[in-house]
């Protein structure tokens, strides 16, 4: 199962780059919010990535064309017009970056990559949220469910909206605002696991979280999946640096050393 990811958008507001750059490629303990998330998938065993770009694509096309030199140690011989890299640090990642435009809503980022998803399945997985999801167990109710979809919920960051589910646990979309949430309140993770049965549903500039989701729920084809660890969208400077000091204290949960 191919895991899709959204790293599209306009350039990154927690960065102190003067010019701006892709949120994904934002660095989190000197790697980019975009390999975090790789890694955590690729702990569970996948290991082959869609990326749709949008602003800046080049510099994540760039950064996996020359992943060896990023990842190792590199001697570079300047008279001899040789490089030799050192510890020769990889992944098993088979990754395929796609540029999606730079105004492209998240459905139509997704609707341009169907030529690309030739198996029955796949993840999504939005560019600037991290955590610690089993995504085993995460796969195993979207097979369970029988749906066209399984929409991972979390706990509320403090700035989310909440979302109504059935007895069922069927999603019945977005509900009241965060301020008057309860302890059993949920929010979008921005993780999906999707059929292909999804691609009848997307509508070229809608976004993913809107329209795309109520056409599905309208059919009952939106099985939610509760997790109650930890979750976070990175959307803020003060964001960043609560997962620095995560990683700086080795106390990150995500699983991407």
């Known amino acids: 199962m191919k895991v899709v990811i959204l790293a599209g958008g306009l350039p990154s507001s927690i960065s102190d ?13 000197g790697r980019p919010i975009l390999w975090h998330i790789m890694k955590h998938y690729s702990v569970y065993g996948y290991n082959e990535f869609i990326i749709c770009c949008g602003y800046k694509g080049n510099m994540i096309k760039e950064y996996f064309n020359d992943f060896y030199s990023y990842q190792s ?5 300047l008279k001899d017009n040789r490089i030799v890299l050192h510890n020769n640090i990889t992944e098993e990642w088979k990754v395929t970056v796609v540029d999606t435009g ?15 998803l030739k198996e029955d399945n796949f993840i999504v997985n939005y560019g600037d949220c991290i955590s610690d999801i089993n995504v085993n167990h995460l796969v195993e109710t979207f097979y369970k469910t029988d749906k066209a979809l399984t929409l991972a919920l979390a706990k509320p960051s403090g700035r989310n909206v909440i979302v109504n589910i059935d007895e069922e646990g069927l999603y019945c979309g977005r509900g009241y605002d965060n301020k008057n949430n309860t302890q059993n309140a949920w ?7 999707c059929n292909n049965q999804v691609f009848r ?11 795309f989701l109520e056409y599905l729920m309208r059919d009952k084809q939106v099985a939610t999946y509760q997790h109650d660890g930890f979750w976070m ?3 803020t400077m003060r964001d960043r640096m609560e997962l620095e000091t995560m990683w700086s204290n080795h106390m990150e949960t995500w699983k991407a050393r």
């Open 17 to 29: 780059e003067a010019e701006g750059i892709p949120k994904p490629m934002v660095e989190i303990g």
């Open 73 to 77: 140690d590199v001697t570079i011989d």
């Open 102 to 116: 730079l105004y492209a809503s998240t459905g139509s980022r997704i609707k341009q990559i169907e030529k690309y």
């Open 187 to 193: 929010v979008n993770a921005n993780i999906l696991v």
């Open 201 to 211: 549903y997307l509508q070229k500039d809608e976004p993913l979280e809107k329209h």
């Open 233 to 235: 969208p990175v959307e």
